[in-house]
Structures are given as C-alpha cells and as structure tokens.
C-alpha cells in the first residue's frame, strides 16, 4: 500500500503515523491533516488506499449523506477499503423494545451523557437525535433559532448495505471489533501511551487516570491533556462495516425523490428564498472580516 490512509472526522486530538486526517476542526496535535469537509474532500481522485469513517455518520443529514459516500468512492482507489462506525440502529431499537438493562447499562458506560430522565425510550431517542453543534434548527421563518444537533440519523446494516452497493462497493461485511483484513485496524482506539485495548472513554476512566476532556464556557472549546490513537471504539453500540471499491461512480443516485424533494420544497417558497441568500451573504461577509 502506498497511497493515503485517510481518516475521515477523527477529532482534533487524534493521530496516527502513516494516516491522514481530514476534519472540519483544525488539529491540535502533530498530525498531518486536511481541514475540510467530507462531501467535499481536497484530494485528487483514486489517492486513498482506505478510508475510515467512525461515528461520524450520524451526525450527517440523510439526504447529505449519499455526496459523502459519492466522494469516499472518488477518492479511493479500486479494491481500496471503506471502513465505517455508527451507532447500531437495530441494536439500539432491539433493546428498546425489549427493554433490555443489560444493554442500556453498557450504553450508558460507553456514553454517560446520554439522557435518562425519560426512561428507555428517552435514552434511546437520545441516540437517534442528540443536541450538539454539527447542525443547526431555525423555524420556517428564519426568525427563531431553535436548537443545534449532533446525531441526525441512524442506521442498520441493510441501510448501509443498499447505499454502499450504490456508490460503487462490494464486498460489504458487518465485522466484529477490531476485526479486518488491513493491520491497522486491528489496534482499537485509545489513548496514546497507555495499553493498546479499548476502554470506555468516560468520566470515571478520566478520573482514575487524571486525563481532562471538558466543554472550557469562557474559552468556549474543549480543554484536554491527552492525545487518541487506534480505530475502532464502543463495541457494545457499534455498527461496523467494511467494504471494498469495486468501480468508479460520478454521478448522485437518489432514489427515493419523494422524500429528498419533499425536503427541499420549501425553496420554492420566495419569501423563504430571499431571506435564506440575504443570510448566506451575511455569513459569507463575517467569514471573510475574520479570516
């Protein structure tokens, strides 16, 4: 292999030598990355020898998400491997109804901030749709802002199997932790100095071994005293699947028109059209007076 190994949202504080990151945030460790964004990806086609997506996808708007496999396609070579990690939504609706303790128990170690006051189905619509910073919820107007969101949308393995077999994959296996046939996969993700073997990255693993990872208010960033390396995580929740690229496609394929249009119906609304370039202007204008 001597093309790219491309990490594909990592966060600012992972790094691995040999990879490349690509993230909307600039990294804070030494690391070579791309600052950008994953339907969008600066790098010439057919480069990238594999590509590894974890829990990123989630955070993506449906109807956005078939660009993104679209550009995985373009920049991997043929036979290269797309590896991607999202909360399982089969698992997660499987405990649900069956209200499942044990699962939910582990759920919480591997994510302790989801909420609970509203028992299982809060918990579990909290995976679903969790608040956050990636998108952002006006009213219809454009005069409320009413929220920002992390997770947008799940998956199971038959959604994710029709959409890779139509941007070009083959191949397609829902693979067990740390379970592939490139090496590097092979080592979970954790922290850089400490024992290759995945942990639940929680409050109470920070605690016992002194690292920092918390929301600074004044300085309006994360504050953290260590750095991640390795791959996959949360193998109680995770959905893991491996792919190869069997052939080039340019060109979107939506499908289902009805609902991808209907999403997108309230542009041909002229009062909403106009206020939606009005603002776009506006943000462009305060991003160039801050570069």
């Avoid at 394929?253 to 997108?264: A, E, F, G, H």
Wanted: charged share 30%; aromatic share 10%.
């Amino acid at each position: 292999m001597n093309g790219i190994k491309l990490n594909v949202g990592p966060s600012p504080i992972w790094k691995k030598d040999g990879w490349v990151t690509l993230d909307h945030k600039p990294s804070r460790v030494d690391q070579k990355a791309i600052l950008g964004d994953a339907d969008e990806i600066p790098l010439e086609n057919a480069v990238c020898d594999t590509v590894f997506c974890s829990h990123v996808i989630e955070h993506i708007p449906n109807y956005k998400f078939e660009k993104i496999l679209l550009e995985f396609n373009r920049v991997l070579k043929k036979e290269g491997i797309l590896r991607i990690l999202s909360p399982d939504l089969f698992l997660l609706a499987k405990a649900y109804v069956e209200k499942d303790e044990i699962f939910y128990k582990k759920l919480l170690e591997e994510d302790e901030n989801l909420r609970r006051d509203l028992g299982y189905g809060g918990t579990f619509m909290n995976c679903v749709v969790s608040p956050g910073q990636d998108t952002v919820i006006f009213n219809n107007s454009l005069t409320e802002f009413i929220g920002g969101l992390g997770h947008v949308y799940l998956y199971d393995f038959e959604m994710l199997k029709i959409l890779l077999e139509r941007y070009g994959f083959y191949d397609i296996k829902q693979q067990k932790m740390s379970e592939s046939e490139l090496p590097d996969y092979e080592e979970p993700l954790h922290v850089e100095g400490m024992e290759s073997k995945w942990q639940d990255l929680n409050k109470k693993f920070f605690d016992k071994h002194g690292l920092i990872n918390q929301y600074n208010p004044e300085k309006k960033m994360y504050e953290t005293n260590f750095v991640l390396t390795g791959f996959d995580r949360d193998p109680s929740t995770s959905l893991i699947v491996e792919a190869k690229k069997e052939k080039d496609v340019d060109s979107i394929q939506i499908k289902d028109l009805r609902n991808y249009n209907y999403s997108k119906s309230i542009l041909g609304n002229e009062k909403f059209q106009k206020k939606y370039e009005n603002m776009k202007q506006m943000v462009n204008l305060i991003d160039k007076e801050e570069e």
